[in-house]
């Protein structure tokens, strides 16, 4: 059974701006080590920040959980479990674990964020789970290719879009089922992936056991858990969740004023670059040293790594990072180097990501209703003592 009362074990400070910032600390979660509760119903759970400094792949059971509705699988019978495929298909599929299990494997390397990831920084302040940065993890991916199932299945010539729908249900009648879709031609782009398994283990049924779909690139809204569904549509997604909810202005980095009215909106997709020093926390206190190593994560959205940055200068001059291995293109990518220290004092180390298609970092912070897309360069203030 899932835990229906989280007992803190301990609280943290996220520091957010705008309202109330503690948030406790919990490992009542089956599966899961020690998380950050940010609620219980439906289970809203953060990845601390330290965990990110211990490796490229974050650990399964310290891996962040957002569910929608409160009606979640505790428990799944992979016996009977299944997974159907139909609509406009040339024939109906339903599928079992061990049928998929049978079939050609692909794997990859994908960071998994949710959209409202970092919320709890928007000012003014906005409706949402209060998220710092930890709603976010990378993972090896293994499953099957989505193009590779829909082909069994036959898609007919005038299918426009796959839907997606899962094992969890609304907590009252009237409410919609939570579905998202794709494009055909993004369902049939050969990195979509069925997955069962995450960083070479069972998926975890708090991250979506016994079947999520992958959509590298893309926030995590797409990455529909407890996969129980696809269908193959003839005319796009009329549901609520994709004409309705998350969507984002269609501004650069959906970015718009305050008191902005009337800006047309497109339904979130593809993730930016962004970057986090973890080998330090902000606020922390440092002894005087002539040299500060420091070393973090960076993703480029929906492609790879170029380049990592860190200015301590407000800015106004950059130095180049040292990369670690590519583990993929949709992954995390760690990156060090040693900053030159002057003097005591206060510090702020700012770093920053480019992608391979050339954007970079914003300096400025984003704001939209929804708290989503935060992308921008994210400060550390350290004390040099």
């Known amino acids: 059974m899932l835990a229906t009362r989280a007992w803190a074990k301990g609280a943290v400070d996220l520091m957010l701006p705008g309202g109330p910032s503690d948030r406790p600390t919990t490992t009542a979660f089956p599966g899961k080590g020690p998380m950050i509760l940010q609620r219980t ?18 650990p399964n059971d310290r891996f962040f959980v957002r569910w929608h509705w409160a009606v979640i ?20 599929l339903s599928v079992s674990l061990d049928d998929l299990l049978k079939m050609p494997r692909t794997q990859l390397a994908a960071v998994n964020q949710c959209s409202g990831n970092s919320r709890g920084l928007f000012v003014p302040r906005v409706p949402g789970a209060q998220w710092r940065h930890g709603a976010m993890g990378n993972a090896l991916w293994t499953g099957v290719s989505l193009r ?3 082909d069994l299945a036959g898609v007919k010539p005038n299918a426009v879009a796959v839907r997606f729908g899962a094992l969890d249900e609304p907590v009252v009648p009237d409410a919609p089922d939570f579905s998202k879709s794709l494009s055909i031609d993004h369902a049939r782009d050969a990195e979509v992936m069925i997955a069962f398994a995450m960083n070479n283990e069972q998926l975890p049924l708090l991250n979506g056991f016994p079947l999520r779909l992958i959509v590298p690139g893309w926030y995590s809204t797409y990455w529909v858990k407890a996969l129980n569904e696809i269908e193959v549509l003839d005319k796009p997604d009329d549901g609520y969740w994709m004409t309705k909810a998350y969507k984002v202005p269609d ?3 959906a970015n718009v004023a305050v008191d902005a009215k009337d800006v047309p909106t ?13 080998n330090v926390a902000d606020g922390a206190k440092i002894p005087f040293s002539p040299n500060l190593n420091i070393s973090g994560i960076a993703f480029g959205g929906d492609c790879g790594v170029a380049s990592v940055d860190i200015s301590t200068d407000n800015g106004r001059n950059w130095n180049r990072t040292n990369l670690g291995a590519d583990q993929g293109k949709f ?3 760690r990156f060090e180097t040693s900053l030159p220290i002057r003097d005591r004092g206060k510090l702020a180390l700012l ?5 391979t298609a050339g954007i970079v970092q914003p300096m400025e912070p984003n704001w939209n209703p929804g708290g989503f897309m935060r992308g921008c360069v994210e400060p550390t203030h350290v004390v040099m003592t």
């Open 266 to 278: 497109v339904p979130i997709s593809r993730m930016v670059p962004r970057s986090f020093i973890t």
């Open 351 to 355: 770093v920053r990501c480019s992608n």
């Open 41 to 58: 119903r439906p289970p809203l759970l953060e990845t601390p920040m330290e965990v990110f400094n211990k490796g490229v792949f974050t």
């Open 73 to 92: 699988p505790e428990s799944v019978d992979v016996r009977s479990f299944r997974l159907t495929i139909h609509g406009a298909v040339n024939r109906t």
């Open 251 to 253: 501004t650069p980095f």
């Open 331 to 333: 992954g995390f990518r």
């Open 148 to 150: 590779h199932v829909l």
